[in-house]
């Protein structure tokens, strides 16, 4: 276990080393002097140096990497250019909506997957199964966005159950901001709890055709208990593979949900990033998101090893 | 499930031919805007409506196809040119560098959550339809890479395989001769599941505005313009979305059923 924890956490770090460079560099290639941006066209050169200076853009490039990376080891991520305040604590107040709106999603996904993959299983080529699986189709096709401004112009516009965006803040208490998160938690959920309840199903499937369920049947266990204590059991490693990888997805999938609904998280801190030209903002962003999908994935491993030891020779 | 490879078939088919047709007629010229025929419902000139510039509605999802299908075509054609090569190299040298320079870089593509490296790449370069390609297209490298890898592992151990080393014929004659045609059918089905993807991403992109920029029509931008007009036209936020959902949907339903039909095994483990 502890052979493979090392080797895993040596590929953990060259992973995380080689995307810092990745995003690095393409950053590195876009054409504008952020300084230069920020003051203007009628500046003194020396304005723009100490400036340039005052942001750490003076320097060859692998000073410049060096002092990214290093400040953001210490939970100093820069400065952004046109807000004037630290990135970090850009990051932290819009992270208290997407993190919580990713949470949420994949609480509901989970909710909704695991009893419908289930159900399909039991009742494997019943109209049951047929129906819930042609649900899981339409799930996947459907923009999630899409169906996000129709659940607006239902719930919000028409039924007014809803306000149809913004976020009030959690200071005003969990309900209204709950309340806020729910419509686009629930466009973010559609398509996961699609693809989970579909892994869930073909998992127990698999693992209902093992003899160690016959033998379970064989010794009297009812089938609903075989299933419960035996067959779930079994299944949910391709389960808990899949809710790993899609946190990253729910992540990065409420970049284009925050927009719809005007939440202030770390997606639409992106869009203004970019199109204020605020470089440090987008790239630690990025960083910080691969940082969580990489260290996710890891967990995931992890877990995986220690609960089943005849993962640790696989690579 | 004969029946999905139909229904999957003839909804591709008829946005292809949709898509094919605009290059020649479309029911009303999307260029000449006609204010005073703006965001008209369905209507018996216009079947699905008008938009808020005058526009008819259905060719402009007829032209908008025409983005969608050669983005999502031209991602999936750069995630196999790349990604099978890749792979079948990695299948052949297995256990070595090579194989573990392939592998752990697709892993650290994975890593990366596609949408934002698409976001990142527009940024820097720019949106467009060319970069929108880009980026996803990258994204398909690894997928093709790992399923060819992985097929083409238990192929190397066939008899078959075995008989042309014995002949004398070299790893890369084998993996071009003996292994690529063998895994062409697997190639096929993702590839369908890998369009329909792309026709997702590309219009979550262009839905914020990072893909194919004005005036080209595009499926995503039509529901970006309609958001603000949804209360009072829901009909133009909604006839994009439909088109989107239905070509996802078909092919979705035709790479299931084109799976079953072309590897029988496959199915059957499916069910």
């Known amino acids: 276990m502890l052979r493979y924890a090392g080797r895993r956490i040596f590929s953990l770090v060259v992973s995380l080393w080689v995307a810092s460079v990745v995003i690095f560099l393409a950053l590195e290639v876009v054409p504008g002097d952020p300084a230069a941006y920020m003051l203007g066209l009628n500046v003194q050169e020396d304005t723009l140096n100490a400036l340039r200076e005052e942001l750490g853009l003076n320097g060859g490039p692998v000073q410049r990497y060096l002092s990214w990376t290093g400040g953001m080891l210490q939970g100093d991520f820069g400065t952004s250019y046109t807000y004037r305040t630290p990135v970090s604590e850009m990051i932290a107040d819009r992270l208290w909506v997407s993190l919580p709106l990713a949470l949420y999603a994949l609480a509901l996904s989970t909710l909704i997957a695991f009893p419908a993959g289930i159900w399909a299983a039991r009742r494997r080529g019943s109209a049951v199964d047929l129906a819930i699986m042609g649900g899981t189709q339409l799930g996947v096709a459907i923009p999630n966005f899409w169906f996000a401004m129709l659940m607006v112009l239902v719930f919000a516009i028409n039924l007014r159950w809803f306000n149809a965006g913004g976020f009030p803040g959690w200071d005003g208490g969990m309900g209204p901001a709950i309340k806020a998160l729910t419509l686009p938690a629930i466009a973010l959920a559609l398509p996961q709890a699609s693809i989970l309840a579909r892994v869930m199903r073909s998992a127990l499937l698999d693992t209902l055709g093992e003899d160690y369920i016959r033998t379970a049947r064989a010794k009297g266990l009812s089938r609903g208990q075989a299933l419960r204590r035996h067959a779930l059991r079994n299944a949910l490693v391709p389960v808990l593979t899949i809710i790993g990888l899609q946190f990253s997805f729910l992540l990065a999938g409420a970049i284009i949900i925050e927009n719809v609904f005007y939440l202030p998280g770390l997606g639409r801190l992106v869009f203004q990033a970019i199109s204020a030209r605020d470089l440090i903002v987008v790239e630690s962003v990025v960083m910080l998101l691969v940082f969580a999908v990489i260290m996710v994935n890891f967990a995931v491993d992890m877990a995986y090893a220690w609960v089943d030891p005849r993962l640790r020779g696989r690579r | ?271």
Not at chain 2, 80 to 88: E, T
Not at chain 2, 130 to 145: D, E, K, L, S, Y
Not at chain 2, 211 to 229: E, F, I, K, N, Y
């Open chain 2, 1 to 271: 499930m004969r029946a999905s490879l139909w229904i999957g078939g003839v909804i591709s088919a008829i946005v292809t031919g949709a898509a094919v047709l605009s290059f020649v007629w479309v029911p009303h010229d999307i260029e000449a805007l006609n204010i005073a025929n703006k965001i008209k419902p369905p209507s018996g000139v216009h079947l699905l409506g008008t938009d808020h510039f005058g526009r008819d509605i259905l060719s402009m999802l007829m032209v908008g196809a025409r983005t969608s299908i050669a983005v999502a075509i031209v991602a999936v054609v750069i995630g196999m040119g790349f990604g099978v090569p890749l792979g079948l190299a990695a299948a052949a040298r297995t256990g070595s560098w090579l194989d573990e320079v392939i592998m752990r870089g697709n892993d650290l593509i994975f890593a990366f959550p596609s949408l934002l490296i698409a976001i990142m790449i527009t940024a820097v370069f720019g949106p467009g339809a060319v970069n929108a390609i880009i980026a996803i297209g990258i994204f398909n490298i690894p997928v093709f890479a790992r399923l060819t890898r992985g097929a083409a592992l238990s192929l190397w151990t066939r008899d078959y395989v075995l008989a042309a080393r014995v002949a004398g014929k070299g790893r890369l004659r084998i993996s071009a001769e003996h292994i690529l045609p063998n895994v062409t059918n697997l190639l096929i089905v993702q590839g369908t599941i890998q369009f329909s993807l792309g026709i997702l991403a590309e219009a979550g992109l262009s839905y914020v505005g990072l893909g194919a920029q004005p005036p080209v029509p595009s499926w995503g931008r039509m529901l970006a313009d309609s958001q603000t007009m949804i209360s009072f036209a829901p009909h133009m936020a909604l006839f994009p979305g439909l088109a989107i959902l239905l070509t996802v949907l078909g092919l979705n339903l035709m790479g299931d059923g084109l799976r079953d039909w072309l590897d029988p095994r496959l199915a059957r483990d499916a069910r």
